[in-house]
T-cell receptor, first 109, second 113 residues
Framework: KNEVEQSPQNLTAQEGEFITINCSYSVGISALHWLQQHPGGGIVSLFMLSSGKKKHGRLIATINIQEKHSSLHITASHPRDSAVYIC???????????FGTGTSLTVIP | NAGVTQTPKFRVLKTGQSMTLLCAQDMNHEYMYWYRQDPGMGLRLIHYSVGEGTTAKGEVPDGYNVSRLKKQNFLLGLESAAPSQTSVYFC????????????FGPGTRLTVL
Protein backbone atom coordinates (compact mmCIF):
# COMPACT_ATOMS: atom_id res chain seq x y z
CA LYS A 1 0.00 0.00 0.00
CA ASN A 2 1.45 3.36 -1.06
CA GLU A 3 0.47 6.29 1.07
CA VAL A 4 2.03 8.70 -1.46
CA GLU A 5 1.64 8.46 -5.22
CA GLN A 6 3.42 10.65 -7.74
CA SER A 7 2.87 11.22 -11.44
CA PRO A 8 4.36 11.09 -13.90
CA GLN A 9 7.20 8.69 -13.08
CA ASN A 10 9.33 10.09 -15.88
CA LEU A 11 9.15 13.41 -17.67
CA THR A 12 11.15 14.88 -20.52
CA ALA A 13 10.77 18.55 -21.40
CA GLN A 14 12.35 21.09 -23.70
CA GLU A 15 14.17 23.96 -22.08
CA GLY A 16 11.76 26.78 -21.31
CA GLU A 17 8.69 24.58 -20.89
CA PHE A 18 6.32 24.81 -17.92
CA ILE A 19 6.44 21.59 -15.90
CA THR A 20 3.96 20.09 -13.44
CA ILE A 21 4.56 17.13 -11.15
CA ASN A 22 1.66 15.77 -9.15
CA CYS A 23 1.45 14.11 -5.74
CA SER A 24 -1.53 12.45 -4.10
CA TYR A 25 -1.61 11.05 -0.59
CA SER A 26 -4.03 8.96 1.41
CA VAL A 27 -3.33 9.86 5.05
CA GLY A 28 -3.99 12.90 7.18
CA ILE A 29 -0.89 15.04 7.24
CA SER A 30 0.70 17.85 9.17
CA ALA A 31 2.95 18.81 6.26
CA LEU A 32 3.92 17.89 2.74
CA HIS A 33 7.49 18.09 1.49
CA TRP A 34 8.99 18.38 -1.96
CA LEU A 35 12.57 17.13 -2.26
CA GLN A 36 15.10 17.26 -5.08
CA GLN A 37 17.78 14.71 -5.86
CA HIS A 38 20.31 15.32 -8.63
CA PRO A 39 21.89 12.26 -10.32
CA GLY A 40 24.37 10.67 -7.95
CA GLY A 41 23.67 13.41 -5.47
CA GLY A 42 22.16 13.98 -2.12
CA ILE A 43 18.60 14.93 -1.29
CA VAL A 44 17.62 18.51 -0.53
CA SER A 45 14.37 19.94 0.69
CA LEU A 46 12.68 22.38 -1.69
CA PHE A 47 9.42 23.07 0.10
CA MET A 48 7.51 22.20 3.23
CA LEU A 49 3.88 23.27 3.19
CA SER A 50 0.64 22.56 4.97
CA SER A 51 -1.71 24.84 3.02
CA GLY A 52 -1.90 27.13 0.03
CA LYS A 53 1.11 27.89 -2.10
CA LYS A 54 4.82 28.59 -1.78
CA LYS A 55 7.23 30.01 -4.34
CA HIS A 56 11.04 29.93 -4.55
CA GLY A 57 12.38 31.46 -7.74
CA ARG A 58 11.00 29.44 -10.67
CA LEU A 59 9.55 26.73 -8.43
CA ILE A 60 6.00 26.83 -7.10
CA ALA A 61 4.38 24.28 -4.80
CA THR A 62 0.67 24.10 -4.12
CA ILE A 63 -1.40 21.91 -1.86
CA ASN A 64 -5.12 21.14 -1.58
CA ILE A 65 -5.69 19.54 1.80
CA GLN A 66 -9.32 18.62 1.10
CA GLU A 67 -8.37 16.76 -2.08
CA LYS A 68 -5.14 15.37 -0.58
CA HIS A 69 -3.19 16.59 -3.57
CA SER A 70 -0.12 18.71 -4.22
CA SER A 71 1.61 19.95 -7.34
CA LEU A 72 5.14 21.14 -8.00
CA HIS A 73 5.48 23.55 -10.91
CA ILE A 74 8.68 24.64 -12.61
CA THR A 75 8.41 27.70 -14.83
CA ALA A 76 10.88 28.34 -17.67
CA SER A 77 12.58 24.98 -17.12
CA HIS A 78 16.35 24.72 -17.52
CA PRO A 79 18.66 21.70 -17.98
CA ARG A 80 19.96 22.23 -14.44
CA ASP A 81 16.43 21.37 -13.21
CA SER A 82 17.05 17.80 -14.38
CA ALA A 83 16.72 15.72 -11.24
CA VAL A 84 14.42 13.38 -9.37
CA TYR A 85 11.66 15.18 -7.48
CA ILE A 86 10.28 13.38 -4.46
CA CYS A 87 7.05 14.07 -2.62
CA UNK A 88 6.91 13.16 1.07
CA UNK A 89 4.36 13.65 3.83
CA UNK A 90 4.53 13.97 7.60
CA UNK A 91 1.45 12.08 8.86
CA UNK A 92 -0.65 13.42 11.71
CA UNK A 93 0.19 10.37 13.82
CA UNK A 94 3.46 8.49 14.13
CA UNK A 95 7.07 9.52 13.73
CA UNK A 96 7.67 8.44 10.15
CA UNK A 97 7.64 10.27 6.86
CA UNK A 98 6.04 8.62 3.82
CA PHE A 99 7.74 9.03 0.46
CA GLY A 100 6.63 8.81 -3.14
CA THR A 101 8.80 6.91 -5.59
CA GLY A 102 9.89 10.11 -7.29
CA THR A 103 9.54 11.77 -10.69
CA SER A 104 12.61 11.74 -12.90
CA LEU A 105 12.77 14.99 -14.88
CA THR A 106 15.05 15.56 -17.85
CA VAL A 107 15.16 19.00 -19.43
CA ILE A 108 16.69 19.04 -22.90
CA PRO A 109 18.50 22.17 -24.12
CA ASN B 1 27.96 23.85 10.09
CA ALA B 2 28.46 20.54 8.30
CA GLY B 3 24.78 19.55 8.58
CA VAL B 4 24.41 15.78 8.22
CA THR B 5 27.49 13.75 7.33
CA GLN B 6 27.82 10.05 6.54
CA THR B 7 30.81 7.75 6.66
CA PRO B 8 31.83 5.99 4.44
CA LYS B 9 30.64 7.28 1.05
CA PHE B 10 31.23 3.97 -0.74
CA ARG B 11 31.81 0.42 0.43
CA VAL B 12 32.01 -3.03 -1.12
CA LEU B 13 31.41 -6.02 1.14
CA LYS B 14 31.42 -9.73 0.64
CA THR B 15 28.40 -11.75 1.73
CA GLY B 16 28.58 -12.43 5.44
CA GLN B 17 30.85 -9.51 6.31
CA SER B 18 29.80 -6.88 8.81
CA MET B 19 30.07 -3.14 8.79
CA THR B 20 28.83 0.01 10.51
CA LEU B 21 27.66 3.17 8.81
CA LEU B 22 28.05 6.36 10.81
CA CYS B 23 25.74 9.34 10.62
CA ALA B 24 26.53 12.57 12.41
CA GLN B 25 24.56 15.82 12.65
CA ASP B 26 25.53 19.13 14.19
CA MET B 27 22.07 20.76 14.28
CA ASN B 28 21.10 19.42 17.72
CA HIS B 29 18.19 17.52 16.16
CA GLU B 30 16.26 15.04 18.28
CA TYR B 31 15.06 12.81 15.44
CA MET B 32 17.36 10.77 13.20
CA TYR B 33 16.50 8.27 10.47
CA TRP B 34 18.15 5.64 8.32
CA TYR B 35 16.69 4.99 4.86
CA ARG B 36 17.61 2.82 1.95
CA GLN B 37 16.93 3.87 -1.62
CA ASP B 38 16.48 1.28 -4.36
CA PRO B 39 15.52 1.86 -7.98
CA GLY B 40 11.78 2.21 -8.44
CA MET B 41 11.01 1.87 -4.74
CA GLY B 42 11.64 5.27 -3.27
CA LEU B 43 13.05 5.84 0.17
CA ARG B 44 12.23 3.16 2.73
CA LEU B 45 12.72 3.65 6.44
CA ILE B 46 14.99 1.13 8.14
CA HIS B 47 15.18 2.41 11.72
CA TYR B 48 14.74 5.74 13.41
CA SER B 49 15.40 7.44 16.73
CA VAL B 50 13.41 10.12 18.52
CA GLY B 51 16.17 10.96 20.95
CA GLU B 52 19.44 9.90 22.53
CA GLY B 53 19.27 6.32 23.74
CA THR B 54 16.08 5.48 21.80
CA THR B 55 15.60 3.51 18.60
CA ALA B 56 12.60 2.12 16.75
CA LYS B 57 11.97 -0.10 13.76
CA GLY B 58 10.85 1.27 10.46
CA GLU B 59 9.44 -0.39 7.38
CA VAL B 60 12.42 -2.66 6.52
CA PRO B 61 14.45 -3.32 9.70
CA ASP B 62 15.45 -6.96 9.17
CA GLY B 63 19.19 -7.51 8.90
CA TYR B 64 20.04 -4.13 10.41
CA ASN B 65 20.72 -2.84 13.90
CA VAL B 66 21.12 0.72 15.13
CA SER B 67 22.39 2.62 18.11
CA ARG B 68 22.03 6.22 19.28
CA LEU B 69 24.43 6.52 22.20
CA LYS B 70 25.04 10.21 21.57
CA LYS B 71 22.46 12.71 20.34
CA GLN B 72 24.57 13.75 17.37
CA ASN B 73 25.37 10.24 16.11
CA PHE B 74 23.21 7.45 14.70
CA LEU B 75 24.93 4.21 13.73
CA LEU B 76 23.58 1.61 11.33
CA GLY B 77 25.06 -1.88 11.56
CA LEU B 78 24.92 -4.82 9.19
CA GLU B 79 25.92 -7.94 11.12
CA SER B 80 26.03 -10.36 8.18
CA ALA B 81 25.69 -8.58 4.86
CA ALA B 82 23.57 -10.07 2.08
CA PRO B 83 23.37 -9.12 -1.63
CA SER B 84 19.80 -7.89 -0.99
CA GLN B 85 21.32 -5.13 1.14
CA THR B 86 23.06 -3.63 -1.87
CA SER B 87 21.58 -0.13 -1.91
CA VAL B 88 22.18 3.53 -1.30
CA TYR B 89 21.74 4.41 2.35
CA PHE B 90 20.69 7.86 3.48
CA CYS B 91 20.69 9.26 6.96
CA UNK B 92 18.44 12.18 7.85
CA UNK B 93 17.70 14.29 10.88
CA UNK B 94 14.92 16.63 11.94
CA UNK B 95 13.87 18.66 14.94
CA UNK B 96 10.64 16.67 15.20
CA UNK B 97 8.30 14.60 13.09
CA UNK B 98 5.34 16.87 12.43
CA UNK B 99 5.86 20.24 10.81
CA UNK B 100 9.61 19.83 10.54
CA UNK B 101 11.97 19.63 7.62
CA UNK B 102 14.26 16.62 7.20
CA UNK B 103 17.91 17.20 6.43
CA PHE B 104 19.66 14.44 4.52
CA GLY B 105 23.23 13.23 4.45
CA PRO B 106 25.06 12.68 1.13
CA GLY B 107 24.41 8.95 1.09
CA THR B 108 26.49 5.76 1.27
CA ARG B 109 26.61 3.47 -1.74
CA LEU B 110 26.95 -0.11 -0.50
CA THR B 111 27.53 -3.12 -2.71
CA VAL B 112 27.39 -6.63 -1.29
CA LEU B 113 28.92 -9.28 -3.51
Amino acid sequence: KNEVEQSPQNLTAQEGEFITINCSYSVGISALHWLQQHPGGGIVSLFMLSSGKKKHGRLIATINIQEKHSSLHITASHPRDSAVYICAVSPLTGNQFYFGTGTSLTVIP
Amino acid sequence: NAGVTQTPKFRVLKTGQSMTLLCAQDMNHEYMYWYRQDPGMGLRLIHYSVGEGTTAKGEVPDGYNVSRLKKQNFLLGLESAAPSQTSVYFCASSRGSSYNEQFFGPGTRLTVL
